[in-house]
């Protein structure tokens, strides 16, 4: 896209730290990419306060006033009929106006999904959207896409199999990979276990792979999420939850033991002075906060949902991530993927009854 402005929506109320935190977050990002601009929406005048103590940001700034704000508590169905005035609302709408590339919300998870599927519409073909994380690997690329991480916590075959070819599309546009291998979260590797929708899911997605241009392996355990035996991990909403809370508390118990480690006694303090470049490292690879950002799937338009306790450096690298997305024309190259396979499989079917013998 070269020089030309990459135009981001902001919802700038819906994260527990409040709009300080998204403002801050904004301001890093500004800093790193000076083609960034945004609409930001919330009260005018607290965000007039705020945007104007960080210089970065003068002049790169739209605030769209919008006194309503979308709490943790409140139900998708609530703000559905009632989130007007909401700035997750006019968030959303700014997409679906083509007035920003990408909306980008550390609030409500589920009313934000909701806003999303009624203002943006879901792409043709798709039953249920997806959130899709990239969740730290031993990959060259240094992550693997997961999805669905909670968007809804059903999914049958046809889902699992949109989900596998919306992942692949994903891992090429944000990851850069010509050939993704894709994996399905199972309880084993062997094809006899698992639920029937895993073993239908699996026999639909290895005949998608080579007309589609990935790789399939199989079923995938809970110890490859974060491995090298694929590069999309494809699971149903409940599972993929589960694994990604289970994953950031796991991060910040070992951050927490190591400090304990560490403070244990004099030596231990002098061992961590000696080995402090290596822990900053570490620190860096497992800090779930370099990673914050789960993509909306299968919709007319990119929205990117922080996590809610994000902070400047979480926020930041939601919108980073959105950036990547909004340079490559993810949206847009998605919508063209899913349609022309749907095309093709619809040609396929076609032929296939003209064939079978009048009966």
Not at 27 to 32: E, G, I, N, P, R
Not at 116 to 125: T, Y
Not at 173 to 183: A, K, M, S
Not at 230 to 238: E, H
């Amino acid at each position: 896209m070269g020089d030309t402005p990459i135009v981001l929506s902001i919802d700038a109320m819906g994260g527990d730290l409040g709009p300080e935190a998204v403002v801050s977050g904004m301001s890093l990002s500004a800093k790193a990419n000076p083609h960034l601009r945004f609409l930001v929406h919330g009260p005018e005048q607290k965000l007039s306060r705020l945007i104007e103590r960080k210089k970065v940001l003068i002049g790169r700034c739209e605030i769209r006033d919008a006194s309503g704000v979308v709490s943790m508590e409140d139900k998708p169905s609530h703000i559905m009929r009632h989130g007007q005035d909401t700035s997750m609302w006019a968030a959303i709408e700014a997409v679906r106006n083509k007035e920003a590339t990408v909306a980008v919300s550390c609030g409500n998870t589920g009313a934000l999904m909701a806003l999303s599927m009624i203002r943006l519409r879901k792409l043709p073909g798709v039953n249920r959207p997806a959130i899709a994380i990239l969740w730290p690997s031993r990959n060259p690329q240094g992550f693997n896409v997961m999805l669905d991480v909670g968007a809804d916590v059903k999914a049958d075959a046809q889902d699992l199999l949109q989900y596998a070819l919306m992942g692949v599309s994903y891992a090429r546009n944000g990851l850069d990979l010509e050939r993704p291998r894709v994996g399905l979260l199972n309880v084993g590797t062997e094809e006899h276990k698992g639920k029937a929708e895993l073993k239908e899911a699996h026999e639909l997605i290895g005949q998608m792979a080579d007309r589609v241009q990935f790789d399939f392996v199989g079923f995938v355990e809970g110890g490859d999420i974060p491995g090298e035996a694929c590069d999309v991990i494809v699971t149903d909403g409940f599972t993929g939850n589960v694994a990604l809370k289970t994953g950031e508390g796991t991060a910040s118990l070992i951050g927490d033991r190591l400090k304990e480690a560490f403070a244990y006694s004099p030596l231990s303090r002098l061992a961590s002075l000696l080995a402090l470049t290596s822990l900053r490292r570490l620190k860096k690879k497992i800090d779930p906060r370099r990673v914050n950002g789960g993509v909306f799937l299968g919709l007319n338009g990119t929205v990117v949902k922080s996590h809610g306790s994000a902070d400047e450096t979480g926020v930041s690298a939601a919108i980073k991530l959105s950036v990547q997305l909004a340079q490559s024309g993810f949206s847009e190259r998605l919508a063209a993927r899913l349609a022309s396979i749907a095309d093709s499989v619809s040609e396929t079917e076609k032929t296939t009854t003209d064939e079978e013998p009048s009966k």
